[in-house]
């Protein structure tokens, strides 16, 4: 050993050697910190990142839960919803991309460019949608040249479906898709962007039971973005069921019959307030929505004359017109100051201070007692009537029976109406009453206004003995496997403030309208069923002399008359009862009762096509 | 000429250390690379080959005795220097630099000869002189200018990474010969100024790079994601690793250039903290065992030598390993042993054959 040259025992170059080793030790040293830094302390924080790089969260969207009717018939459904969409990150050529897919699609080449570009702002490994519900055909289209369009993909979610069309539209409700606004409000913590929520109606009365809960896949993906293996799935749980009171069979009668009127009709099982259906014209495409509404669409909406967005049947306040009698009869009997055989002498025209009010029938009906009032609906009868018990006792007739607030229908989706008295003349015009306004009033004109709705609920309080009954529309909620969740009981709001026997009068009369002769109501009538009712002519503006003797059709359509028609059915043993508002319809007798009688016959099953009116005792048109 | 005794004192540790660590580097290769479409020969067997290769290149290298390079060094040296003038005015272009000279049967790449070739002539013109005081200014103006004239042409290739290593290669060298403090002061002021002198020659990209390793969130998806994914490769490894091929930001490709500037990062996720030390601790192993040949070289050439070998190698494991785990910038640097890559495999089995010459002569006079 001794042997070994001896320039290495130097001792300047031991030192060298010294310093050399320390100093790859201390670089060495370096590195295995930073491993230790990065692999130990900071792990939790990689390990995150790396999961986040190779799981995505693909949400699964949960169909809204299906509506059926009293009998089990699918209303509203839901069907698969088509979206082509393309994965930007396996998009090659965007170009030729969108040149291929114009030609499938049959689209604008600029919308489906325009929409490519908007999906660049969405995070980086969502898809970005092109084309939106495109049709099953245009789908096939694409999945059969998939080769050539690379990245591009269908997407599927569930749509909102309307097997009935626009019927009961405004009854069900519409869509809309979520707002930022309403995401960032806390109040829709659960939802998520693109995400649609019941805007009116059931849907969004029961947006908590309809709603499905979204289900979510953990994917494991590459660097591409490919999907390479489903590591977790949580299913959709899709909305619950719900059962409606409603009878399609009604709904749609009352709506055809309705036809391109404007106006409502309301039918209500007298027993328990369900609602036998609840009519709106002109009705909208509900399907619109279920899919995103476009703007000009929603402007042609809003923009309607006739309004098809408004629900008539809870929201419209019309003047009762004559079918108001009801409330001044029972308030008349209730009052103990007219009896059944009051006798009134008609000769056209009523005299209060110094101004006239006159019968709808110029000529008078001569001697009018109760129910020939009633039949034949004469005003002059109730002018006399009315001064005798005054505007507060009609009033509280009129609330008796349900009238002058919300039914209770649904939540706060309905008008009150109004009924005045007294008291409200002071509050709202610091003013008293006039016996004028009291004459008026009784006839369901002046200050009274009402909804469809509590007409249909004071006529079947009539019908079944004085109950006021809350109507409702959902019978039950069931969650998916058919476990009952809710069950709507009839509930009675006010019941006892009649005498039976005074009911059984003013029944008697209603009864007459109908199936008398005289009687207003003859257009009602059903083959093999009695039906009893009262009709009603609203004034919309008040009339000169001269315009009285014009004919309907030289009056402006917007200063025609409202014809209004209440009824139930059968007339001795109370089912159903009706109530019809059509909008400048001139005279309830003609343009109402038939309405009326086309949701009986539906109801009772009665063929009305094949067996025209019993027209052997013709009565008039009010 | 043969001694037997060189077979006795055959350096097996040495050869042994190399195998060892080329051998888990196949093994992560066959994992980095597992994913591939099977296409021809899979990149494992393939570094398998160039492994192989390299230990035949190693062991023809201890066939003659190392003193010799002594007189060979400078046309050596001359000859190198005229393949990289070469490269410039007639060399091959691919992604942007021109690095390599079409032989026909394959692609030389002189830029990367040139790590060697700098370590024979520095051994050799610091074995002539040997200052008491060390080295000044003027004494170094040679071995500068040996170094300046390839880094300058490597440069303009332009390939940064090999430049670098050159000149850390060299100044190693130079620093073990000794330079006088004094000189050593200029030389540092000297460097700072070339440092801002050549951050304004630098090109866009290679600018680029530096911000971007200063700051890599800057732009997370272009130039520092290779950074950002490789830390989370790493980090994500924790302890234990995640398990062979059961690395999720290598198997799913999230981590960009596995198989060659990035193997390291597969390796620490799949292996975790256990299987980074025991790697790092083999490569000190193989820089300690450099030193120690050095150490008992039978002389000053072979020292020199030993140690330019070791520094080569130390530097192209510190500059990739620092990068990996973002301590340092990106350049292309491999892991040696470990990248796969034919002509770093190559480069390497030389100094590692020089290694085992200078090893197995150690009691040679």
């Known amino acids: 050993m001794n042997l070994r040259s001896s320039w290495v025992d130097l001792p300047r170059l031991k030192n060298r050697f010294t310093v050399l080793t320390l100093a790859v030790l201390v670089v060495f040293a370096v590195l295995l910190l930073r491993l230790w830094f990065l692999q130990v302390i900071s792990n939790d924080r990689y390990r995150e990142l790396s999961e986040k790089n190779r799981i995505r969260y693909l949400p699964v969207a949960a169909p809204r839960g299906p509506v059926y009717d009293r009998n089990g018939l699918l209303l ?63 789908v096939e289209q694409v999945q059969e040249n998939a080769i050539d369009l690379p ?84 299913e959709a749980r899709p909305g619950k069921k719900v059962f409606l009171t409603l009878n399609a069979a009604l709904q749609k009668a009352a709506e055809e019959a309705l036809g391109d009127q404007s106006g ?83 000769n056209g025209k009523f005299t209060v201070g110094n101004r006239d009010f006159r019968c709808w029938k110029k000529n008078g009906h001569g001697d009018v007692d109760l129910k020939k009032a009633v039949r034949e609906s004469c005003d002059v009868w109730f002018y006399e009537v009315s001064l005798q018990i005054g505007i507060d006792r009609i009033a509280d007739a009129a609330r008796d029976l349900g009238l002058g607030r919300a039914t209770g229908y649904l939540a706060d989706d309905e008008k009150g109406g109004l009924i005045p008295d007294q008291a409200w003349k002071k509050k709202r015009f610091k003013d008293r009453w006039y016996d004028g306004e009291t004459v008026i009033a009784a006839i369901g004109q ?48 006010r019941s006892g403030t009649f005498a039976e026997k005074d009911l059984r009068v003013l029944r008697d009369g209603l009864d007459a309208v109908v199936n ?75 343009a109402a009762a038939p309405v009326a009688r086309a949701i009986f016959a539906a109801y009772f099953q009665k063929d009305i096509l094949s067996e025209p009116v019993d027209a052997d005792a013709i009565g008039e048109n009010e | 000429m043969f001694d037997r005794r060189l077979l006795t004192h055959f350096d097996w540790v040495l050869l042994l250390l190399v195998s060892l660590i080329a051998g888990i580097g196949i093994l992560n290769l066959y994992s980095a690379t597992s994913s591939w479409e099977a296409g021809s020969t899979p990149i494992f067997v393939k570094q398998f080959y ?63 000869l040139m790590k060697i070739m700098i370590i024979f002539i520095l051994a050799r013109y610091f074995n002539e002189r040997d200052p008491i005081l060390g080295f000044d200014l003027r004494e170094l103006l040679t071995p500068f200018a040996l170094l300046a004239v390839p880094t300058l042409l490597i440069m303009k290739q332009p390939d940064l990474g090999t430049a670098m290593l050159v000149i850390f290669i060299a100044a190693s060298i130079g620093l073990f010969a000794g330079i006088r403090r004094r000189t050593l002061v200029t030389l540092g002021v000297l460097g700072m100024g070339a440092v801002f002198v050549g951050w304004r020659l630098l090109h866009g990209y290679q600018k680029e790079r530096i911000r971007t390793f200063l700051n890599p969130e800057r732009d997370p998806l272009g130039s520092g994601y290779h950074i950002i994914q490789s830390k989370i490769a790493v980090g994500s490894g924790g302890f234990f690793g995640k398990g062979f091929m059961q690395g999720t930001q290598s198997q799913l490709s999230f981590l960009p250039e596995r198989h060659t500037d ?55 494991i510190v500059v990739n390993l620092g990068m990996v785990i973002g301590l340092l910038p990106v350049v292309g640097v491999p892991l040696p042993l470990f990248s796969y890559g034919g002509t770093s495999m190559v480069t390497t089995m030389v100094g590692v054959g020089i290694l085992l010459n200078i090893s197995m002569r150690r009691f040679m006079f």
């Open chain 1, 264 to 346: 409502a009709a309301v039918a209500l099982d007298v027993r328990t307030g369900e609602v036998l259906c609840l009519a709106n014209r002109p009705s909208y495409d509900p399907s619109f929505f279920a899919r995103g509404i476009r703007d000009d669409e929603w402007l042609d909406l809003l923009q309607n004359r006739r309004h098809p967005l408004q629900n008539r049947a809870l929201k419209g306040q019309y003047p009762p017109g004559s079918t108001f009698k009801l409330v001044t009869v029972m308030a008349a009997l209730r009052s103990g100051l007219v009896s059944p055989d009051h006798t009134v002498h008609c």
């Open chain 2, 50 to 112: 160039w492994l192989s290769i390299g230990l035949g290149i190693a062991l023809l290298l201890c066939l003659f005795d190392y003193r010799h390079l002594e007189y060979f060094a400078v046309p050596l040296y001359s000859l190198n220097v005229v393949l990289l003038v070469l490269v410039l005015v007639a060399g091959k272009t691919s992604m942007g630099a021109t690095r390599w000279l079409n032989l026909g049967f394959f692609n030389l790449q002189p830029s990367e």
């Open chain 1, 76 to 138: 509203i459904d839901n069907r698969p919803g088509f979206t082509i969409a393309a994965l930007r990150q396996e998009v090659e050529d965007s170009t030729l991309m969108l040149d291929q897919l114009s030609r499938y699609l049959g689209t604008d080449r600029a919308i489906l460019a325009d929409n490519w570009q908007k999906g660049k702002k969405l995070p980086r490994y969502s898809p970005a949608p092109l084309a939106v519900d495109v049709g099953r055909d245009i």
């Open chain 2, 262 to 316: 990035f193997a390291f990062s597969v390796f620490a996720e799949e292996w975790g903290f256990t299987g980074s030390l025991i790697l790092l601790l083999l490569y000190l192993l193989l820089v300690s065992w450099g030193i120690y040949v050095a150490r008992r070289a039978n002389d000053r050439f072979g020292m020199y030598l030993a140690l330019g070998v070791t520094a080569m190698l130390f530097w192209h």
């Open chain 1, 516 to 590: 008398e002769p005289h009687g207003t109501g003859w257009l009602a009538r059903v083959p093999g069923v009695r039906v009893a009712g009262k009709t009603g002519t609203a004034q919309v503006v008040r009339q000169s002399e001269e315009d009285l003797d014009l004919k309907d059709e030289e009056i402006a359509y917007e200063h025609r008359d409202h014809a209004l028609f209440v009824a139930y059915a059968p007339a001795e043993a109370p089912e159903i009862a009706v109530a019809v508002v059509v909008e400048h319809g001139s005279h309830g007798s003609t």
């Open chain 1, 151 to 234: 990245g591009v993909v269908t997407l599927v979610k569930p749509v909102r479906s309307y097997p009935y069309g626009d019927m009961g539209a405004h009854l069900f409700g519409y869509l809309g898709e979520i707002t930022e606004k309403e995401l960032r409000s806390g109040d829709y913590n659960d939802y998520r962007g693109g995400e649609f929520v019941g805007r009116s109606g059931l849907e969004q009365y029961l947006e908590s039971s309809l709603r499905g809960i979204e289900g979510e896949r953990l994917l494991e993906v590459d660097v591409k973005g490919k999907e390479l293996r489903t590591l977790k799935t949580l």
């Open chain 1, 446 to 493: 002046g200050y009274v206004l009402v909804t469809p709705i509590q007409l249909a609920v004071m006529t079947a309080a009539v019908a079944n003995g004085g109950k006021v009954m809350r109507p409702y529309v959902v019978e039950r909620v069931e969650d998916f496997d058919g476990n009952l969740l809710l069950r709507h009981e009839p509930e009675t709001v």
